[in-house]
């Protein structure tokens, strides 16, 4: 929200008040309090009229520092607030001569007293400021008040994240308003708002505000991020890195890391679409289809009509489509699927739900006690209020039914429009509770699926989220038209989410909205299965692959095929998601924050730490990318790309530009059917060992996630040595474009296509391999 006009003006209607001077600074242990006035104090009688600001610090996480900052303390808190970790480690606090710092770890916020200033810095170098009239108390003639805070931006300083944001991937010089709307993937609007934000200075910003935040990066004052609410108290963290990667682990330290899907939801999953035609027969259709053609398929999903229209949600199979729901899902089962059904949390009038929700008060109401309702999805629609525990107790057990009738995930769509003219139940603030919604309705969803199904198999696929609701995968796109400007659009909102603290992410194979031509179709499958989840999944249109062409069928089965070898690997990105924070998709700053080509890089991202992935968002197949220093190996063809510079090729449907980073210890399955297998069993490890000096490893988990063995690979010039922690059935090593051998140990050798594949003798723990000279 823009307070001023140009430079020197204020906007009309506003009045501003900054914090000007410190006139006191008060040390307690592990915080300091600041009350800053808004106008230099030259006598008593200035001290005589407000406004004043109380400025508290303190450290809820080492490297972090938490500023709150308030005007009038009387108010009534009515909540809700984001369920933050509970920790506050030692900081070091000391005042001298009416200044103050407060030190965590590695990072200090300094007040001086005089010329107003909070400065940042950490390891001998400011990190930001808040300066003059950084910190500002703006009323206006409305009645209305805001608190704001501006950081100073460095030269060439980029700001990332706030969600999934679809507009340009780097924040700067954009308006965002952070309040959860149903605008699809291209607009300025987004269903994920999420309140924080990083830049390529080694430092993050978590805005502790579950209402409307708004910012505006480098857009009012192109050299400031300012971030405003309504309200009479402003609080948020700066956290220090340095690295992105430290970043992320941090915050998310902070509002939780996502916890481990199950293995299956990796696998591709397939829709009903939505407003299609469909019965058992139309499903079963679709999947024998799938089996005809060799195409392996996971995770079967029915959309919103497999309950009765005007109906949603009664958590009822269409009994005239879906006569025998039991025994479809136990046939959908025995073909070795799991099963997905759509729901949103909003009872339409004639479900039979809706007169037991109203009678019990499991709605929001309206001010005269009434219940809140509207016509805009479902006729006559109410919205369950999870802010009541018995509400969500009846939601969670209409879920459960369908669990215990084979239903494995829920499509938790919807939890956006949500309204502010209403009353909670336990009495919270409205207008905070818009975004925060979505955060008690998956909440609930994914703790009855954990309880239901067990640790290590609950998820959902979301489409709103807040802050914390990465805590609770899978989150996909929403919806984007079938062409390629939204496959890329989509891809720039996956990024910045991945940004903002979220592991997990998958969008609509094809597009959601009309019927994607054949090449958007074949070029999105390359993308989808890329990906950390897999969706074919349509509007208007179904979206097998036949339906478009035959090569279509060539495209999914090869891609398909490729994810499931791969899994050995990207299960254990996702185990790094669960333990660090980090997300399976990487925007590229993420893993070379040190080199600048990367760090406006939206077209091309890293599929964990070592995989390079560049979609063709042309029907030509052309396309142009970035790949960073060192020598990387393209994984169809094994052909070695030098980096450092830009590359532009063609591709045919059946590749897309997938690069093995340098000294990469990569491990591939040995099936390429199925998600979920036992991934060290015929495993074999794929060493990009391009340098003369190298130390590598990879670690190979169980299906469930836990660690089973660790394999490390050093190269000393032409002695190559790999160990492993623990021996691993059927381990085949693959030392990629490496033609000879001079002699080894403990293993048997013999050269192949893509270079000569090592394997070791049984229960060998460590193999030594000496390399012809070049």
Same mark, same amino acid.
């Given at each position: 929200?823009?307070?001023?006009?140009?430079?020197?003006?204020?906007?009309?209607?506003?009045?501003?008040?900054?914090?000007?001077?410190?006139?006191?600074?008060?040390?307690?242990?592990?915080?300091?309090?600041?009350?800053?006035?808004?106008?230099?104090?030259?006598?008593?009688?200035?001290?005589?009229?407000?406004?004043?600001?109380?400025?508290?610090?303190?450290?809820?996480?080492?490297?972090?520092?938490?500023?709150?900052?308030?005007?009038?303390?009387?108010?009534?808190?009515?909540?809700?607030?984001?369920?933050?970790?509970?920790?506050?480690?030692?900081?070091?606090?000391?005042?001298?001569?009416?200044?103050?710092?407060?030190?965590?770890?590695?990072?200090?916020?300094?007040?001086?007293?005089?010329?107003?200033?909070?400065?940042?810095?950490?390891?001998?170098?400011?990190?930001?400021?808040?300066?003059? $009239?950084?910190?500002?108390?703006?009323?206006?003639?409305?009645? $209305?008040?805001?608190?704001?805070?501006?950081?100073?931006?460095?030269?060439?300083?980029?700001?990332?994240? =706030?969600?999934?944001?679809?507009?340009?991937?780097?924040?700067?010089?954009?308006?965002?308003?952070?309040?959860?709307?149903?605008?699809?993937?291209?607009?300025?609007?987004?269903?994920?708002?999420?309140?924080?934000?990083?830049?390529?200075?080694?430092?993050?910003?978590?805005?502790?505000?579950? !209402?409307?935040?708004?910012?505006?990066?480098?857009?009012?004052?192109?050299?400031?991020?300012?971030?405003?609410?309504?309200?009479?108290?402003?609080?948020?963290?700066?956290?220090?890195?340095?690295?992105?990667?430290?970043?992320?682990?941090?915050?998310?330290?902070?509002?939780?890391?996502?916890?481990?899907?199950?293995?299956?939801?990796?696998? &591709?999953?397939?829709?009903?679409?939505?407003?299609?035609?469909?019965?058992?027969?139309?499903?079963?259709?679709?999947?024998?289809?799938?089996?005809?053609?060799?195409?392996?398929?996971?995770?079967?999903?029915?959309?919103?009509?497999?309950?009765?229209?005007?109906?949603?949600?009664?958590?009822?199979?269409?009994?005239?489509?879906?006569?025998?729901?039991?025994?479809?899902?136990?046939?959908?089962?025995?073909?070795?699927?799991?099963?997905?059904?759509?729901?949103?949390?909003?009872?339409?009038?004639?479900?039979?739900?809706?007169?037991?929700?109203?009678?019990?008060?499991?709605?929001?109401?309206?001010?005269? !006690?009434?219940?809140?309702?509207?016509? $805009?999805?479902?006729?006559?629609?109410?919205?369950?209020?999870?802010?009541?525990?018995?509400?969500?107790?009846?939601?969670?057990?209409?879920?459960?039914?369908?669990?215990?009738?084979?239903?494995?995930?829920?499509?938790?769509?919807?939890?956006?429009?949500?309204?502010?003219?209403?009353?909670?139940?336990?009495?919270?603030?409205?207008?905070?509770?818009?975004?925060?919604?979505?955060?008690?309705?998956?909440?609930?969803?994914?703790?009855?699926?954990?309880?239901?199904?067990?640790?290590?198999?609950?998820?959902?696929?979301?489409?709103?989220?807040?802050?914390?609701?990465?805590?609770?995968?899978?989150?996909?796109?929403?919806?984007?038209?079938?062409?390629?400007?939204?496959?890329?659009?989509?891809?720039?909102?996956?990024?910045?989410?991945?940004?903002?603290?979220?592991?997990?992410?998958?969008?609509?194979?094809?597009?959601?909205?009309?019927?994607?031509?054949?090449?958007?179709? $074949?070029?999105?499958?390359?993308?989808?299965?890329?990906?950390?989840?897999?969706?074919?999944?349509?509007?208007?249109?179904?979206?097998?692959?036949?339906?478009?062409?035959?090569?279509?069928?060539?495209?999914?089965?090869?891609?398909?095929?490729?994810?499931?070898?791969?899994?050995?690997?990207?299960?254990?990105?996702?185990?790094?998601?669960?333990?660090?924070?980090?997300?399976?998709?990487?925007?590229?700053?993420?893993?070379?924050?040190?080199?600048?080509?990367?760090?406006?890089?939206?077209?091309?991202?890293? =599929?964990?730490?070592?995989?390079?992935?560049?979609?063709?968002?042309?029907?030509?197949?052309?396309?142009?990318?970035?790949?960073?220093?060192?020598?990387?190996?393209?994984?169809?063809?094994?052909?070695?790309?030098?980096?450092?510079?830009?590359?532009?090729?063609?591709?045919?449907? &059946?590749?897309?530009?997938?690069?093995?980073?340098?000294?990469?210890?990569?491990?591939?399955?040995?099936?390429?059917?199925?998600?979920?297998?036992?991934?060290?069993?015929?495993?074999?490890?794929?060493?990009?060992?391009?340098?003369?000096?190298?130390?590598?490893?990879?670690?190979?988990?169980?299906?469930?996630?836990?660690?089973?063995?660790?394999?490390?690979?050093?190269?000393?010039?032409?002695?190559?040595?790999?160990?492993?922690?623990?021996?691993?059935?059927?381990?085949?090593?693959?030392?990629?474009?490496?033609?000879?051998?001079?002699?080894?140990?403990?293993?048997?050798?013999?050269?192949?296509?893509?270079?000569?594949?090592?394997?070791?003798?049984?229960?060998?723990?460590?193999?030594?391999?000496?390399?012809?000279?070049?």
């Amino acid at each position: 929200m823009k307070f001023t006009d140009g430079y020197w003006m204020i906007r009309a209607g506003f009045q501003p008040h900054y914090a000007a001077e410190a006139s006191s600074v008060t040390a307690t242990p592990n915080r300091l309090r600041v009350l800053a006035t808004t106008r230099k104090i030259a006598h008593r009688g200035d001290t005589l009229q407000g406004p004043t600001l109380t400025i508290d610090l303190s450290s809820p996480f080492e490297d972090v520092i938490r500023v709150r900052i308030s005007h009038f303390a009387g108010g009534i808190d009515k909540g809700p607030h984001f369920q933050l970790s509970d920790l506050e480690p030692e900081a070091q606090v000391c005042v001298q001569d009416g200044s103050g710092t407060l030190t965590s770890g590695k990072l200090s916020a300094a007040v001086d007293r005089e010329n107003w200033e909070l400065n940042f810095s950490a390891e001998g170098k400011q990190v930001t400021k808040s300066g003059s $009239k950084g910190i500002g108390y703006v009323t206006s003639d409305s009645g $209305k008040a805001y608190l704001h805070e501006q950081l100073q931006l460095e030269v060439g300083e980029l700001v990332y994240g =706030l969600g999934e944001r679809f507009t340009s991937f780097v924040k700067n010089g954009q308006v965002v308003e952070l309040w959860n709307a149903d605008g699809g993937t291209g607009s300025d609007q987004a269903y994920k708002n999420i309140p924080f934000y990083m830049t390529n200075k080694g430092y993050g910003v978590f805005i502790n505000e579950p !209402g409307v935040v708004s910012l505006e990066v480098a857009s009012e004052k192109v050299s400031k991020v300012q971030f405003s609410v309504e309200g009479e108290s402003l609080d948020y963290f700066l956290i220090y890195g340095p690295t992105p990667k430290e970043i992320l682990e941090k915050y998310t330290a902070i509002t939780g890391r996502p916890e481990l899907p199950p293995a299956w939801t990796f696998g &591709l999953w397939l829709t009903t679409s939505f407003t299609t035609s469909y019965d058992e027969a139309t499903v079963s259709s679709f999947i024998k289809g799938m089996e005809d053609r060799n195409l392996p398929l996971h995770v079967f999903h029915f959309d919103c009509f497999w309950m009765r229209a005007f109906h949603w949600c009664d958590f009822e199979w269409d009994p005239e489509v879906f006569p025998d729901p039991v025994g479809l899902l136990k046939r959908l089962k025995g073909r070795g699927l799991h099963v997905c059904v759509w729901i949103n949390p909003y009872i339409g009038q004639e479900s039979a739900l809706f007169a037991e929700g109203k009678e019990n008060g499991y709605f929001l109401k309206r001010a005269d !006690g009434s219940v809140w309702q509207w016509d $805009k999805w479902q006729p006559g629609m109410a919205i369950v209020d999870f802010t009541n525990p018995e509400a969500s107790k009846w939601f969670a057990n209409k879920l459960a039914n369908l669990v215990d009738m084979g239903v494995d995930s829920f499509k938790t769509d919807f939890g956006e429009r949500i309204p502010i003219d209403c009353v909670y139940h336990d009495g919270s603030d409205p207008e905070k509770m818009h975004n925060y919604y979505t955060y008690l309705y998956n909440e609930c969803v994914y703790n009855l699926l954990k309880g239901k199904t067990g640790a290590g198999e609950a998820a959902v696929f979301a489409r709103s989220a807040t802050a914390g609701c990465q805590k609770f995968p899978v989150h996909w796109g929403g919806d984007c038209y079938s062409d390629f400007p939204s496959m890329a659009e989509s891809l720039r909102g996956g990024l910045s989410l991945g940004l903002s603290g979220f592991g997990f992410w998958s969008h609509d194979i094809g597009g959601f909205e009309g019927m994607p031509p054949a090449d958007v179709y $074949k070029r999105w499958i390359a993308f989808g299965l890329l990906s950390s989840h897999s969706r074919l999944h349509g509007s208007t249109s179904y979206r097998v692959p036949w339906l478009f062409d035959e090569e279509s069928c060539d495209v999914l089965r090869s891609f398909t095929n490729l994810k499931c070898s791969l899994m050995p690997y990207l299960f254990g990105k996702a185990i790094e998601a669960r333990d660090h924070g980090w997300p399976v998709m990487r925007a590229m700053i993420l893993e070379f924050p040190d080199d600048p080509a990367c760090h406006t890089l939206d077209r091309q991202y890293m =599929l964990g730490d070592s995989l390079l992935v560049a979609p063709v968002f042309s029907g030509d197949g052309e396309v142009t990318y970035y790949v960073p220093e060192g020598t990387w190996t393209d994984y169809f063809t094994g052909k070695e790309i030098v980096g450092g510079r830009w590359i532009t090729e063609k591709h045919g449907y &059946l590749t897309a530009p997938l690069l093995i980073r340098p000294n990469t210890v990569l491990p591939v399955g040995a099936n390429n059917e199925s998600p979920d297998y036992d991934y060290g069993n015929d495993l074999t490890i794929e060493i990009y060992a391009t340098l003369d000096s190298l130390q590598s490893y990879c670690e190979v988990a169980t299906v469930t996630g836990e660690k089973r063995s660790r394999i490390d690979v050093n190269r000393s010039g032409n002695n190559i040595t790999i160990m492993l922690s623990d021996p691993l059935p059927g381990v085949k090593f693959r030392l990629v474009n490496i033609s000879n051998i001079h002699s080894a140990t403990e293993c048997s050798y013999e050269k192949g296509a893509r270079g000569i594949l090592v394997v070791p003798q049984a229960h060998a723990k460590s193999i030594s391999i000496d390399l012809e000279d070049r």
